[in-house]
């Protein structure tokens, strides 16, 4: 029992509590629940740009879009089923980011955060614009069809529940993975050090641009929960302030997995338990902000910082020899 890690303790509590919750709840409390777990995929797939590679990006909400467009228009005009369309929808979020990113992958900080804010909008007007006339124009598309598993269709509350829920435990796995791959070391030292790491022999560009391409993958395909969940989507749903909702997550979780979850909950279930508070919720919740920031700037959990070990060589005695 010494021997087991915390955080895996924390993540085996959380997951059993996580399984009885529904159980508990109401349908209104249920619905809180699903958008907690979808933003919550969101800001896992926000978190290998911003919280590994260090990438100041506000423009997560576009890919998101992406997503859930590619949803909807391949469901309602070629009636295929939702769930085989969602890695569609991932590779062609993905595809997007490669081709906004490879520009200007080579600014840093600020100016990077600058530019993602432009697509973000960028996107938004071009679905009011009912761009190629496929998006539905300001009206969005209606119609979007329940997802089906092996025949079985997924209506109710609760079934959403496990579904996107069990897509933020496949988001961990795969991402806990992917941090201590070499890969994942790649993108940490490009967050240290950018320069350092390409004076070690990290392709920053390509690890970067890596990067962008699995987040937007990621977010796409929540793009497609989120379509299926809702069966109407509109441009207003993908706005700034959901970029600017999902980068505040990762920030506040300082970056590791557990943080992500807790600050979710915080960021989506907080205000829904301050509703009755309308108006002084924001303000409380504002405050709350602030003394976080104040006293807890690296985030709720940081991630453990990576330690390596250089063994030094013995040195040589005169004869060749090791002393």
């Not at 590619?70 to 969602?86: D, E, G, K, P, R």
């Not at 699995?214 to 706005?239: C, D, Q, R, V």
């Not at 205000?271 to 976080?292: D, H, K, Q, Y």
């Given at each position: 029992?010494?021997?087991?890690?915390?955080?895996?303790?924390?993540?085996?509590?959380?997951?059993?509590?996580?399984?009885?919750?529904?159980?508990?709840?109401?349908?209104?409390?249920?619905?809180?629940?699903?958008?907690?777990?979808?933003?919550?995929?969101?800001?896992?797939?926000?978190?290998?740009?911003?919280?590994?590679?260090?990438?100041?990006?506000?423009?997560?909400?576009?890919?998101?879009?992406?997503?859930?467009?590619?949803?909807?228009?391949?469901?309602?005009?070629?009636?295929?089923?939702?769930?085989?369309?969602?890695?569609?929808?991932?590779?062609?979020?993905?595809?997007?980011?490669?081709?906004?990113?490879?520009?200007?992958?080579?600014?840093?900080?600020?100016?990077?955060?600058?530019?993602?804010?432009?697509?973000?909008?960028?996107?938004?007007?071009?679905?009011?614009?009912?761009?190629?006339?496929?998006?539905?124009?300001?009206?969005?598309?209606?119609?979007?069809s329940r997802p089906m598993f092996f025949g079985f269709k997924i209506v109710k509350s609760m079934q959403f529940y496990f579904l996107v829920w069990g897509m933020v435990g496949?988001?961990?796995?795969?991402?806990?993975?992917?941090?201590?791959?070499?890969?994942?070391?790649?993108?940490?030292?490009?967050?240290?050090?950018?320069?350092?790491?390409?004076?070690c022999g990290v392709n920053v560009t390509h690890y970067k641009l890596a990067a962008f391409v699995l987040g937007a993958f990621w977010a796409g395909m929540a793009g497609t929960l989120y379509a299926a969940k809702m069966?109407?989507?509109?441009?207003?749903?993908?706005?700034?302030?959901?970029?600017?909702?999902?980068?505040?997550?990762?920030?506040?979780?300082?970056?590791?997995?557990?943080?992500?979850?807790?600050?979710?909950?915080?960021?989506?279930?907080?205000?829904?338990?301050?509703?009755?508070?309308?108006?002084?919720?924001?303000?409380?919740?504002?405050?709350?902000?602030?003394?976080?920031?104040?006293?807890?700037?690296?985030?709720?959990?940081?991630?453990?910082?990576?330690?390596?070990?250089?063994?030094?060589?013995?040195?040589?005695?005169?004869?060749?020899?090791?002393?």
């Amino acid at each position: 029992m010494k021997n087991i890690p915390c955080n895996t303790v924390l993540y085996v509590a959380a997951g059993l509590v996580l399984c009885v919750l529904p159980f508990f709840c109401n349908a209104y409390w249920l619905d809180v629940c699903v958008s907690i777990g979808l933003y919550a995929v969101l800001a896992l797939s926000l978190n290998i740009i911003l919280g590994q590679a260090g990438i100041f990006h506000m423009g997560h909400a576009a890919f998101f879009a992406v997503g859930a467009y590619t949803t909807a228009i391949l469901n309602t005009l070629c009636h295929w089923s939702v769930l085989w369309i969602m890695p569609l929808s991932g590779a062609a979020a993905a595809l997007f980011a490669l081709v906004v990113a490879r520009p200007i992958i080579h600014l840093r900080g600020d100016y990077l955060l600058i530019v993602t804010i432009g697509i973000v909008e960028i996107v938004r007007i071009a679905l009011i614009n009912d761009v190629f006339g496929l998006t539905g124009g300001a009206n969005g598309i209606f119609g979007i069809s329940r997802p089906m598993f092996f025949g079985f269709k997924i209506v109710k509350s609760m079934q959403f529940y496990f579904l996107v829920w069990g897509m933020v435990g496949l988001s961990l796995l795969l991402f806990y993975g992917l941090w201590h791959s070499r890969f994942g070391r790649a993108l940490n030292y490009i967050k240290e050090d950018d320069v350092a790491a390409e004076g070690c022999g990290v392709n920053v560009t390509h690890y970067k641009l890596a990067a962008f391409v699995l987040g937007a993958f990621w977010a796409g395909m929540a793009g497609t929960l989120y379509a299926a969940k809702m069966t109407t989507i509109a441009p207003e749903s993908f706005n700034f302030m959901e970029s600017v909702i999902i980068f505040a997550v990762v920030i506040l979780s300082g970056g590791s997995q557990l943080g992500v979850l807790i600050s979710a909950f915080l960021f989506i279930g907080l205000p829904e338990l301050l509703r009755e508070f309308s108006n002084a919720r924001m303000l409380i919740f504002g405050l709350a902000m602030m003394v976080m920031m104040i006293w807890r700037p690296q985030g709720l959990l940081p991630p453990r910082q990576r330690r390596y070990r250089v063994d030094t060589p013995p040195a040589a005695s005169d004869e060749g020899r090791p002393a």
